[in-house]
Nanobody, 125 residues
Framework: QVQLVESGGGSVQAGGSLRLSCTAS????????MAWFRQAPGKERDGVAA?????????WYAGSVKGRFTISQDNAKPTVSLQMNSLEPEETAMYYC?????????????????WGQGTQVTVSS
């Protein structure tokens, strides 16, 4: 079992920045991928960014966030963060952290075994 706790959500004006953090606990020895997903009311939960937590830490991003969002990890904790810049109102959503040991498509929701409770991000125009 892995427990994930997100933090850092909040309200920001369009063009602003937020940094989300996700701390993992429990049996994390088999963790290889961690990711951030978001879900707006009435919409699907979509992958935003993912990271391979071993060695070089390869990353993946949804096309809409490339160049604005950065996923990173702190292995000492272990914690995965998502730096979000130039936020847009349509990015208002609940943001979820997720973890898995294997992922053929790291931004695919079905690949992930464990999920956090989510943290709300609200971007006002």
């Amino acid at each position: 079992q892995v427990q994930l706790v997100e933090s850092g959500g909040g309200s920001v004006q369009a063009g602003g920045s937020l940094r989300l953090s996700c701390t993992a606990s429990g049996y994390t020895a088999s963790t290889n991928y961690m990711a951030w997903f978001r879900q707006a009311p009435g919409k699907e939960r979509d992958g935003v960014a993912a990271i391979y937590t071993r060695s070089r830490g390869s990353t993946w991003y949804a096309g809409s966030v490339k160049g604005r969002f950065t996923i990173s990890q702190d292995n000492a904790k272990p914690t995965v963060s998502l730096q979000m810049n130039s936020l847009e109102p349509e990015e208002t959503a609940m943001y979820y952290c997720a973890e898995t040991s294997t992922a053929t498509f790291p931004l695919g929701r079905g690949n992930y075994d464990y999920w956090g409770q989510g943290t709300q991000v609200t971007v006002s125009s």
